[in-house]
Protein backbone atom coordinates (compact mmCIF):
# COMPACT_ATOMS: atom_id res chain seq x y z
CA UNK A 1 0.00 0.00 0.00
CA UNK A 2 0.97 3.52 -0.87
CA UNK A 3 0.56 4.69 2.61
CA UNK A 4 3.40 2.80 3.74
CA UNK A 5 5.81 3.11 0.97
CA UNK A 6 8.65 5.10 2.70
CA UNK A 7 8.11 3.14 5.75
CA UNK A 8 8.27 -0.11 3.78
CA UNK A 9 11.66 1.20 1.97
CA UNK A 10 13.24 2.15 5.27
CA UNK A 11 12.76 -1.27 6.79
CA UNK A 12 13.63 -3.54 3.72
CA UNK A 13 16.94 -1.61 3.57
CA UNK A 14 17.67 -1.72 7.06
CA UNK A 15 16.87 -5.34 6.96
CA UNK A 16 19.03 -5.61 3.18
CA UNK A 17 22.20 -4.41 4.96
CA UNK A 18 21.93 -8.00 7.64
CA UNK A 19 22.08 -10.02 4.77
CA UNK A 20 25.64 -10.75 4.60
CA UNK A 21 26.35 -11.48 8.40
CA UNK A 22 26.65 -14.72 8.96
CA UNK A 23 26.73 -13.82 13.35
CA UNK A 24 24.73 -10.92 14.95
CA UNK A 25 26.63 -9.42 17.46
CA UNK A 26 24.99 -6.78 19.97
CA UNK A 27 26.46 -3.96 18.07
CA UNK A 28 24.72 -5.19 14.85
CA UNK A 29 21.41 -5.44 16.74
CA UNK A 30 21.13 -2.12 18.54
CA UNK A 31 22.08 -0.37 14.82
CA UNK A 32 19.00 -2.70 13.84
CA UNK A 33 17.13 -1.30 16.34
CA UNK A 34 17.77 2.04 15.85
CA UNK A 35 17.10 2.75 12.40
CA UNK A 36 14.02 0.63 12.65
CA UNK A 37 13.10 3.58 15.46
CA UNK A 38 14.00 5.84 12.77
CA UNK A 39 12.13 4.52 10.15
CA UNK A 40 8.84 4.61 12.79
CA UNK A 41 9.18 8.03 14.23
CA UNK A 42 9.80 9.12 10.82
CA UNK A 43 6.19 7.54 9.48
CA UNK A 44 4.89 9.25 12.39
CA UNK A 45 4.19 6.31 14.38
CA UNK A 46 3.63 7.37 18.13
CA UNK A 47 6.49 7.82 20.20
CA UNK A 48 5.27 5.17 23.29
CA UNK A 49 4.62 2.67 20.26
CA UNK A 50 7.36 2.93 19.27
CA UNK A 51 9.27 2.49 22.58
CA UNK A 52 7.48 -0.68 23.16
CA UNK A 53 8.13 -1.60 19.78
CA UNK A 54 12.00 -1.44 19.50
CA UNK A 55 12.23 -2.81 23.07
CA UNK A 56 10.53 -6.07 22.16
CA UNK A 57 12.75 -6.17 19.11
CA UNK A 58 15.54 -5.61 20.69
CA UNK A 59 15.11 -8.04 23.47
CA UNK A 60 14.10 -10.93 21.34
CA UNK A 61 17.14 -10.42 18.39
CA UNK A 62 19.16 -10.44 21.46
CA UNK A 63 17.91 -13.36 22.76
CA UNK A 64 18.62 -18.04 22.06
CA UNK A 65 16.26 -17.70 19.40
CA UNK A 66 18.58 -15.70 17.58
CA UNK A 67 21.80 -17.03 18.85
CA UNK A 68 20.89 -20.84 17.70
CA UNK A 69 19.37 -19.55 14.19
CA UNK A 70 21.01 -21.04 10.93
CA UNK A 71 20.56 -17.15 9.36
CA UNK A 72 20.10 -14.75 11.93
CA UNK A 73 19.08 -11.68 9.77
CA UNK A 74 15.85 -13.51 8.33
CA UNK A 75 15.08 -14.29 11.85
CA UNK A 76 15.64 -10.86 13.06
CA UNK A 77 12.83 -10.09 9.98
CA UNK A 78 10.63 -12.71 11.30
CA UNK A 79 10.84 -11.23 14.66
CA UNK A 80 9.63 -7.38 13.48
CA UNK A 81 7.15 -9.07 11.39
CA UNK A 82 5.29 -10.89 14.68
CA UNK A 83 6.04 -7.48 16.60
CA UNK A 84 4.38 -5.97 14.06
CA UNK A 85 1.63 -8.15 14.12
CA UNK A 86 1.11 -7.16 17.81
CA UNK A 87 1.48 -3.34 17.53
CA UNK A 88 -1.46 -3.93 14.57
CA UNK A 89 -4.21 -6.29 17.16
CA UNK A 90 -2.67 -9.81 16.62
CA UNK A 91 -5.63 -11.06 15.58
CA UNK A 92 -8.44 -9.77 12.89
CA UNK A 93 -11.28 -8.60 14.66
CA UNK A 94 -14.60 -9.13 12.58
CA UNK A 95 -18.04 -8.01 13.07
CA UNK A 96 -20.33 -8.49 15.76
CA UNK A 97 -23.69 -8.83 14.87
CA UNK A 98 -26.70 -8.48 16.96
CA UNK A 99 -28.46 -11.89 17.63
CA UNK A 100 -31.76 -10.00 17.30
CA UNK A 101 -31.44 -7.90 14.50
CA UNK A 102 -31.04 -5.20 12.98
CA UNK A 103 -27.94 -5.08 14.00
CA UNK A 104 -27.02 -1.05 14.50
CA UNK A 105 -23.50 0.18 13.45
CA UNK A 106 -22.83 3.67 14.18
CA UNK A 107 -19.83 5.15 12.10
CA UNK A 108 -17.50 8.38 14.06
CA UNK A 109 -15.11 10.47 13.24
CA UNK A 110 -13.71 14.11 12.27
CA UNK A 111 -15.23 15.52 9.18
CA UNK A 112 -13.40 14.77 5.84
CA UNK A 113 -11.98 11.30 7.36
CA UNK A 114 -14.25 9.38 5.24
CA UNK A 115 -17.34 8.27 7.29
CA UNK A 116 -19.62 8.95 4.58
CA UNK A 117 -17.99 7.08 1.70
CA UNK A 118 -17.04 4.32 4.24
CA UNK A 119 -20.98 3.94 4.86
CA UNK A 120 -21.57 3.13 1.13
CA UNK A 121 -18.75 0.82 1.02
CA UNK A 122 -19.89 -1.42 4.09
CA UNK A 123 -23.49 -1.44 3.14
CA UNK A 124 -22.09 -2.54 -0.29
CA UNK A 125 -19.96 -5.69 1.08
CA UNK A 126 -22.40 -6.22 3.80
CA UNK A 127 -25.22 -7.07 0.63
CA UNK A 128 -22.78 -9.10 -0.94
CA UNK A 129 -23.12 -11.39 1.99
CA UNK A 130 -26.58 -11.69 1.88
CA UNK A 131 -27.63 -8.79 4.31
CA UNK A 132 -30.00 -6.31 3.47
CA UNK A 133 -28.25 -3.10 5.35
CA UNK A 134 -30.16 0.26 5.94
CA UNK A 135 -28.43 3.61 5.65
CA UNK A 136 -29.53 6.21 7.77
CA UNK A 137 -28.39 10.10 7.28
CA UNK A 138 -27.76 11.94 10.95
CA UNK A 139 -24.94 13.82 9.45
CA UNK A 140 -27.34 16.86 9.42
CA UNK A 141 -24.60 19.73 9.87
CA UNK A 142 -22.46 19.72 6.80
CA UNK A 143 -23.37 21.25 4.06
CA UNK A 144 -24.74 18.59 1.79
CA UNK A 145 -24.09 15.77 3.45
CA UNK A 146 -27.24 14.09 3.26
CA UNK A 147 -27.37 14.79 -0.64
CA UNK A 148 -24.06 13.33 -0.60
CA UNK A 149 -25.08 10.14 1.39
CA UNK A 150 -28.05 9.59 -0.95
CA UNK A 151 -25.38 9.30 -4.00
CA UNK A 152 -23.36 6.86 -1.91
CA UNK A 153 -26.55 4.98 -1.44
CA UNK A 154 -27.58 4.83 -5.00
CA UNK A 155 -24.10 3.64 -6.41
CA UNK A 156 -24.09 1.21 -3.48
CA UNK A 157 -27.68 0.10 -4.71
CA UNK A 158 -28.36 0.21 -0.64
CA UNK A 159 -31.87 1.81 0.78
CA UNK A 160 -31.38 5.14 2.88
CA UNK A 161 -33.47 6.57 5.56
CA UNK A 162 -33.27 10.23 5.32
CA UNK A 163 -36.08 11.96 6.45
CA UNK A 164 -34.28 15.51 7.00
CA UNK A 165 -32.61 17.42 4.63
CA UNK A 166 -29.77 18.19 6.83
CA UNK A 167 -27.64 21.41 5.91
CA UNK A 168 -28.11 22.57 9.80
CA UNK A 169 -32.18 21.33 9.33
CA UNK A 170 -33.42 18.51 11.34
CA UNK A 171 -32.73 16.43 14.91
CA UNK A 172 -30.16 13.98 14.19
CA UNK A 173 -30.09 11.99 17.99
CA UNK A 174 -34.34 11.58 16.35
CA UNK A 175 -33.23 10.41 13.03
CA UNK A 176 -31.27 7.63 14.24
CA UNK A 177 -33.50 6.18 16.69
CA UNK A 178 -36.79 6.68 13.99
CA UNK A 179 -34.56 4.90 11.92
CA UNK A 180 -33.87 2.14 13.60
CA UNK A 181 -37.42 1.23 14.01
CA UNK A 182 -37.99 1.58 10.83
CA UNK A 183 -35.40 -0.83 9.86
CA UNK A 184 -37.19 -3.12 12.15
CA UNK A 185 -40.44 -2.24 10.16
CA UNK A 186 -38.68 -2.91 7.56
CA UNK A 187 -36.82 -6.28 7.85
CA UNK A 188 -33.64 -4.74 7.43
CA UNK A 189 -31.26 -6.90 9.33
CA UNK A 190 -28.33 -3.76 9.75
CA UNK A 191 -28.36 -0.16 9.97
CA UNK A 192 -25.14 1.92 9.57
CA UNK A 193 -25.87 5.14 11.37
CA UNK A 194 -23.61 8.00 9.39
CA UNK A 195 -22.91 10.96 11.77
CA UNK A 196 -21.40 14.61 11.85
CA UNK A 197 -17.64 15.20 11.89
CA UNK A 198 -16.27 18.57 12.59
CA UNK A 199 -12.61 19.78 11.57
CA UNK A 200 -11.40 18.73 14.93
CA UNK A 201 -12.82 17.64 18.14
CA UNK A 202 -15.18 19.56 20.07
CA UNK A 203 -17.59 19.12 23.19
CA UNK A 204 -20.73 19.69 21.16
CA UNK A 205 -19.53 16.95 18.65
CA UNK A 206 -18.90 14.38 21.14
CA UNK A 207 -21.78 15.14 22.84
CA UNK A 208 -24.15 14.67 19.91
CA UNK A 209 -22.02 11.50 19.09
CA UNK A 210 -22.76 10.17 22.80
CA UNK A 211 -26.48 11.05 22.67
CA UNK A 212 -26.89 8.74 19.12
CA UNK A 213 -25.11 5.94 20.88
CA UNK A 214 -27.34 6.20 23.89
CA UNK A 215 -30.87 6.29 21.95
CA UNK A 216 -29.62 3.49 19.92
CA UNK A 217 -27.55 1.54 21.67
CA UNK A 218 -25.40 0.47 18.55
CA UNK A 219 -23.58 -3.63 18.85
CA UNK A 220 -20.57 -1.72 16.52
CA UNK A 221 -18.96 2.01 16.86
CA UNK A 222 -16.64 2.21 14.00
CA UNK A 223 -14.55 5.03 14.49
CA UNK A 224 -13.11 6.02 11.38
CA UNK A 225 -9.35 7.65 11.06
CA UNK A 226 -7.80 9.28 7.81
CA UNK A 227 -4.40 6.88 7.54
CA UNK A 228 -3.16 10.31 6.72
CA UNK A 229 -3.57 12.31 9.64
CA UNK A 230 -0.18 11.55 11.07
CA UNK A 231 0.71 12.53 14.80
CA UNK A 232 -2.50 13.65 15.54
CA UNK A 233 -4.45 10.23 15.13
CA UNK A 234 -3.55 9.42 18.43
CA UNK A 235 -5.25 12.56 20.43
CA UNK A 236 -7.87 11.89 17.98
CA UNK A 237 -8.51 8.56 18.45
CA UNK A 238 -8.19 8.89 22.39
CA UNK A 239 -10.54 12.19 22.42
CA UNK A 240 -13.26 9.74 20.71
CA UNK A 241 -12.66 6.77 23.02
CA UNK A 242 -13.32 9.16 26.11
CA UNK A 243 -16.08 11.04 24.34
CA UNK A 244 -18.26 8.57 22.88
CA UNK A 245 -15.94 5.11 23.05
CA UNK A 246 -16.26 2.57 19.71
CA UNK A 247 -15.85 -0.77 19.63
CA UNK A 248 -13.63 -0.94 16.11
CA UNK A 249 -11.32 1.33 14.19
CA UNK A 250 -11.38 1.79 10.61
CA UNK A 251 -8.45 3.02 8.21
CA UNK A 252 -9.41 5.37 5.38
CA UNK A 253 -7.17 6.64 2.45
CA UNK A 254 -4.91 3.99 2.57
CA UNK A 255 -3.99 4.31 -0.87
CA UNK A 256 -2.44 7.96 -0.02
CA UNK A 257 1.19 8.90 0.44
CA UNK A 258 1.49 10.19 4.04
CA UNK A 259 3.65 8.00 6.04
CA UNK A 260 1.09 5.88 8.24
CA UNK A 261 1.36 6.02 11.10
CA UNK A 262 -2.02 6.24 12.21
CA UNK A 263 -2.09 2.75 11.52
CA UNK A 264 0.52 1.64 13.29
CA UNK A 265 -0.89 3.27 16.73
CA UNK A 266 -4.18 3.79 16.89
CA UNK A 267 -4.46 0.07 18.08
CA UNK A 268 -1.79 0.32 20.53
CA UNK A 269 -2.77 3.41 22.27
CA UNK A 270 -6.65 2.61 22.32
CA UNK A 271 -6.70 -1.21 22.61
CA UNK A 272 -9.44 -1.22 20.07
CA UNK A 273 -8.99 -3.05 17.02
CA UNK A 274 -8.91 -2.31 13.77
CA UNK A 275 -11.86 -4.13 11.60
CA UNK A 276 -11.43 -2.43 7.74
CA UNK A 277 -9.14 -0.65 5.90
CA UNK A 278 -10.51 1.63 2.69
CA UNK A 279 -7.72 1.10 0.13
CA UNK A 280 -8.97 3.53 -2.88
CA UNK A 281 -12.28 5.86 -3.51
CA UNK A 282 -14.31 3.29 -5.50
CA UNK A 283 -17.36 1.43 -3.28
CA UNK A 284 -15.24 -2.09 -3.45
CA UNK A 285 -11.89 -0.69 -2.13
CA UNK A 286 -12.48 -1.64 0.88
CA UNK A 287 -11.43 -5.45 2.30
CA UNK A 288 -11.34 -6.71 6.16
CA UNK A 289 -7.93 -5.36 8.19
CA UNK A 290 -5.64 -8.62 8.75
CA UNK A 291 -3.11 -7.74 10.85
CA UNK A 292 -0.59 -10.31 9.41
CA UNK A 293 -1.71 -9.37 6.07
CA UNK A 294 -0.87 -5.64 6.59
CA UNK A 295 2.43 -6.82 8.59
CA UNK A 296 3.67 -9.06 5.39
CA UNK A 297 2.85 -5.98 3.03
CA UNK A 298 4.66 -3.23 5.04
CA UNK A 299 7.78 -5.42 4.87
CA UNK A 300 7.57 -6.38 1.26
CA UNK A 301 6.61 -10.04 1.92
CA UNK A 302 3.56 -9.33 -0.01
CA UNK A 303 -0.28 -10.71 0.40
CA UNK A 304 -1.02 -13.48 -1.50
CA UNK A 305 -4.26 -14.64 0.62
CA UNK A 306 -5.98 -11.46 -0.01
CA UNK A 307 -4.67 -11.91 -3.68
CA UNK A 308 -6.24 -15.49 -3.69
CA UNK A 309 -9.74 -13.67 -1.71
CA UNK A 310 -10.06 -11.41 -4.51
CA UNK A 311 -9.54 -14.26 -7.57
CA UNK A 312 -12.05 -16.29 -5.91
CA UNK A 313 -14.23 -13.43 -5.49
CA UNK A 314 -14.56 -12.16 -9.05
CA UNK A 315 -14.02 -15.65 -11.12
CA UNK A 316 -16.96 -18.09 -11.77
CA UNK A 317 -15.43 -21.65 -10.76
CA UNK A 318 -18.01 -23.49 -13.31
CA UNK A 319 -15.91 -20.84 -15.96
CA UNK A 320 -12.79 -21.86 -14.43
CA UNK A 321 -13.20 -25.81 -14.88
CA UNK A 322 -14.06 -24.88 -18.45
CA UNK A 323 -10.87 -23.07 -19.24
CA UNK A 324 -8.97 -25.76 -17.47
CA UNK A 325 -10.19 -28.27 -19.97
CA UNK A 326 -9.80 -26.21 -23.22
CA UNK A 327 -6.34 -25.98 -21.64
CA UNK A 328 -5.97 -29.56 -21.81
CA UNK A 329 -7.07 -30.14 -25.00
CA UNK A 330 -4.87 -27.53 -26.60
CA UNK A 331 -8.34 -25.20 -27.53
CA UNK A 332 -8.00 -22.44 -25.79
CA UNK A 333 -8.60 -19.30 -28.27
CA UNK A 334 -8.93 -15.56 -28.22
CA UNK A 335 -12.34 -15.85 -27.19
CA UNK A 336 -11.73 -17.72 -24.33
CA UNK A 337 -9.14 -14.93 -23.34
CA UNK A 338 -11.40 -12.14 -23.41
CA UNK A 339 -13.77 -14.21 -21.32
CA UNK A 340 -10.57 -14.48 -18.51
CA UNK A 341 -9.42 -10.71 -19.00
CA UNK A 342 -13.11 -9.63 -18.60
CA UNK A 343 -12.99 -12.05 -15.43
CA UNK A 344 -9.61 -10.50 -13.99
CA UNK A 345 -10.91 -6.49 -14.40
CA UNK A 346 -13.98 -7.57 -11.91
CA UNK A 347 -11.01 -8.02 -9.25
CA UNK A 348 -9.93 -4.33 -9.72
CA UNK A 349 -6.23 -2.67 -10.14
CA UNK A 350 -3.81 -4.97 -12.14
CA UNK A 351 -1.54 -2.34 -10.15
CA UNK A 352 -3.25 -3.21 -6.53
CA UNK A 353 -3.08 -7.18 -7.66
CA UNK A 354 0.33 -6.78 -8.47
CA UNK A 355 1.68 -4.89 -5.81
CA UNK A 356 0.77 -8.02 -3.15
CA UNK A 357 3.31 -9.95 -4.55
CA UNK A 358 6.63 -10.46 -2.64
CA UNK A 359 9.46 -8.15 -3.35
CA UNK A 360 7.20 -5.74 -5.50
CA UNK A 361 8.64 -2.91 -3.54
CA UNK A 362 11.54 -3.01 -5.57
CA UNK A 363 9.76 -2.51 -8.71
CA UNK A 364 7.73 0.34 -7.33
CA UNK A 365 8.89 2.48 -10.76
CA UNK A 366 7.58 -0.25 -13.18
CA UNK A 367 4.71 -0.62 -11.10
CA UNK A 368 3.31 2.65 -11.19
CA UNK A 369 4.79 3.11 -14.77
CA UNK A 370 2.11 0.05 -15.09
CA UNK A 371 -0.96 1.35 -18.52
CA UNK A 372 -3.96 -0.33 -17.21
CA UNK A 373 -4.99 0.63 -20.40
CA UNK A 374 -3.50 -1.41 -22.06
CA UNK A 375 -5.99 -4.35 -20.97
CA UNK A 376 -9.05 -1.97 -22.56
CA UNK A 377 -6.52 -1.88 -25.85
CA UNK A 378 -5.87 -5.49 -25.88
CA UNK A 379 -9.48 -6.06 -25.75
CA UNK A 380 -10.74 -3.36 -28.16
CA UNK A 381 -8.11 -5.24 -30.90
CA UNK A 382 -9.97 -8.83 -30.02
CA UNK A 383 -13.24 -7.27 -30.40
CA UNK A 384 -12.79 -6.34 -33.67
CA UNK A 385 -12.10 -9.68 -34.72
CA UNK A 386 -14.82 -12.01 -36.41
CA UNK A 387 -15.90 -15.20 -34.35
CA UNK A 388 -13.92 -17.57 -36.54
CA UNK A 389 -10.69 -15.15 -36.28
CA UNK A 390 -10.89 -15.46 -32.39
CA UNK A 391 -11.42 -18.93 -32.41
CA UNK A 392 -8.24 -19.63 -35.05
CA UNK A 393 -6.03 -16.62 -34.90
CA UNK A 394 -4.04 -18.51 -37.72
CA UNK A 395 -6.66 -17.43 -40.77
CA UNK A 396 -5.75 -13.87 -39.54
CA UNK A 397 -3.82 -12.65 -42.68
CA UNK A 398 -2.48 -9.01 -43.76
CA UNK A 399 -5.77 -7.55 -44.54
CA UNK A 400 -7.28 -9.41 -41.64
CA UNK A 401 -5.07 -7.65 -39.31
CA UNK A 402 -5.56 -4.23 -40.92
CA UNK A 403 -9.22 -4.44 -40.98
CA UNK A 404 -8.71 -5.31 -37.28
CA UNK A 405 -6.82 -2.82 -36.64
CA UNK A 406 -8.63 0.06 -38.08
CA UNK A 407 -11.53 -1.21 -35.80
CA UNK A 408 -9.96 -1.27 -32.68
CA UNK A 409 -8.20 2.10 -33.31
CA UNK A 410 -5.27 0.47 -33.56
CA UNK A 411 -1.69 -0.27 -35.76
CA UNK A 412 -1.26 -3.64 -37.61
CA UNK A 413 1.69 -3.97 -35.10
CA UNK A 414 -1.17 -3.84 -32.23
CA UNK A 415 -2.15 -6.51 -33.41
CA UNK A 416 0.61 -8.57 -34.68
CA UNK A 417 2.45 -7.71 -30.96
CA UNK A 418 -1.05 -9.27 -29.38
CA UNK A 419 -1.19 -12.39 -31.83
CA UNK A 420 2.35 -13.04 -30.41
CA UNK A 421 2.06 -12.69 -27.33
CA UNK A 422 -1.34 -14.72 -26.97
CA UNK A 423 0.62 -17.76 -28.59
CA UNK A 424 3.24 -17.27 -25.54
CA UNK A 425 0.81 -17.09 -22.89
CA UNK A 426 -1.39 -20.11 -24.72
CA UNK A 427 2.38 -22.48 -24.30
CA UNK A 428 2.74 -21.10 -21.05
CA UNK A 429 -0.77 -22.17 -19.48
CA UNK A 430 -0.88 -25.08 -21.84
CA UNK A 431 2.70 -26.16 -19.71
CA UNK A 432 1.32 -25.46 -16.72
CA UNK A 433 -2.06 -27.73 -17.51
CA UNK A 434 0.26 -30.80 -18.27
CA UNK A 435 2.21 -29.92 -14.81
CA UNK A 436 5.16 -28.42 -15.91
CA UNK A 437 7.08 -25.45 -14.76
CA UNK A 438 6.60 -22.38 -17.09
CA UNK A 439 8.61 -19.69 -18.09
CA UNK A 440 7.45 -16.28 -17.11
CA UNK A 441 9.03 -13.08 -18.92
CA UNK A 442 10.94 -10.93 -15.90
CA UNK A 443 10.14 -14.31 -13.88
CA UNK A 444 12.22 -17.25 -15.13
CA UNK A 445 10.76 -20.49 -14.04
CA UNK A 446 8.16 -21.13 -11.41
CA UNK A 447 8.22 -23.63 -8.86
CA UNK A 448 10.83 -25.83 -10.40
CA UNK A 449 12.47 -28.51 -8.69
CA UNK A 450 15.64 -26.86 -6.45
CA UNK A 451 17.84 -29.60 -8.02
CA UNK A 452 16.82 -29.02 -11.68
CA UNK A 453 17.70 -25.68 -10.90
CA UNK A 454 20.85 -25.91 -9.25
CA UNK A 455 22.42 -28.03 -12.02
CA UNK A 456 20.86 -25.68 -14.98
CA UNK A 457 22.55 -22.59 -12.93
CA UNK A 458 25.57 -23.98 -12.77
CA UNK A 459 25.47 -24.89 -16.78
CA UNK A 460 24.65 -21.40 -17.77
CA UNK A 461 26.02 -19.26 -14.95
CA UNK A 462 28.43 -17.41 -17.23
CA UNK A 463 25.91 -17.14 -20.48
CA UNK A 464 23.27 -15.12 -21.39
CA UNK A 465 20.64 -15.62 -23.82
CA UNK A 466 21.77 -15.07 -27.59
CA UNK A 467 17.80 -15.08 -28.75
CA UNK A 468 16.82 -12.54 -31.04
CA UNK A 469 12.88 -12.41 -29.62
CA UNK A 470 13.01 -10.11 -26.48
CA UNK A 471 10.37 -11.79 -24.36
CA UNK A 472 12.06 -15.04 -24.80
CA UNK A 473 15.74 -13.48 -24.12
CA UNK A 474 13.69 -11.90 -20.67
CA UNK A 475 12.39 -15.12 -19.86
CA UNK A 476 15.89 -17.06 -20.27
CA UNK A 477 18.08 -14.22 -18.75
CA UNK A 478 15.82 -14.55 -15.72
CA UNK A 479 15.78 -18.02 -15.54
CA UNK A 480 19.43 -17.95 -15.63
CA UNK A 481 19.63 -15.68 -12.33
CA UNK A 482 16.54 -17.10 -10.50
CA UNK A 483 18.27 -20.51 -10.75
CA UNK A 484 21.94 -18.62 -9.86
CA UNK A 485 20.32 -17.41 -6.61
CA UNK A 486 19.21 -19.11 -3.25
CA UNK A 487 15.85 -18.86 -1.95
CA UNK A 488 15.56 -16.03 0.33
CA UNK A 489 12.59 -13.45 1.68
CA UNK A 490 10.88 -10.74 -0.73
CA UNK A 491 13.27 -8.35 0.27
CA UNK A 492 16.20 -10.15 -1.02
CA UNK A 493 18.08 -11.38 2.45
CA UNK A 494 18.65 -14.74 0.68
CA UNK A 495 19.76 -13.74 -2.59
CA UNK A 496 21.25 -11.12 -4.75
CA UNK A 497 19.82 -11.16 -8.38
CA UNK A 498 16.84 -8.99 -9.67
CA UNK A 499 14.78 -8.61 -12.99
CA UNK A 500 16.64 -5.85 -14.85
CA UNK A 501 14.38 -3.17 -16.96
CA UNK A 502 14.11 -4.99 -20.04
CA UNK A 503 12.48 -7.84 -18.09
CA UNK A 504 10.13 -6.18 -16.15
CA UNK A 505 9.44 -4.53 -19.20
CA UNK A 506 8.65 -7.39 -21.07
CA UNK A 507 6.07 -8.79 -17.51
CA UNK A 508 4.09 -5.60 -18.44
CA UNK A 509 3.32 -6.46 -22.31
CA UNK A 510 2.90 -9.94 -21.17
CA UNK A 511 -0.09 -8.89 -18.38
CA UNK A 512 -1.02 -5.85 -20.05
CA UNK A 513 -1.29 -7.49 -23.80
CA UNK A 514 -1.53 -10.94 -23.30
Request: aromatic content about 4%.
Amino acid sequence: MATFGTLSDRLTETFRNLRKKGQLTPADVDGTVREIRRALLDADVALPVVKEFTAAVRERALGDEVNRALNPAQQVVQIVNDELIGILGGQQRRLQFAKNPPTVIMLAGLQGSGKTTFAGKLAKMLEKDGHTPLLVACDLQRPNAVNQLQVVAERAGATIYAPEPGNGVGDPVKVARDGVAYATRQQHDIVIIDTAGRLGVDAELMKQAADIRKATQPDEVLFVIDAMIGQDAVNTAKAFQDGVDFTGVVLSKLDGDARGGAALSVASVTGRPIIFASTGEGLDDVEPFHPDRMASRILDLGDILTLIEQAQQAFDEAEAMKVAEKLATETFTLEDFLEQMQQMKKMGSMKKMLGMLPGMGNMKQQLEDFDEREIDRTEAIIRSMTLAERRNPKILNGSRRLRIARGSGMTVTDVNQLVQRFDQAAKMMKTVARGGVPNIPGMGPVGGKPGASSKRGKQQKAKGSRSGNPAKRAAENAGIAASAAPTGSGFGLGGQNAPSEADLAELQKMLGRG
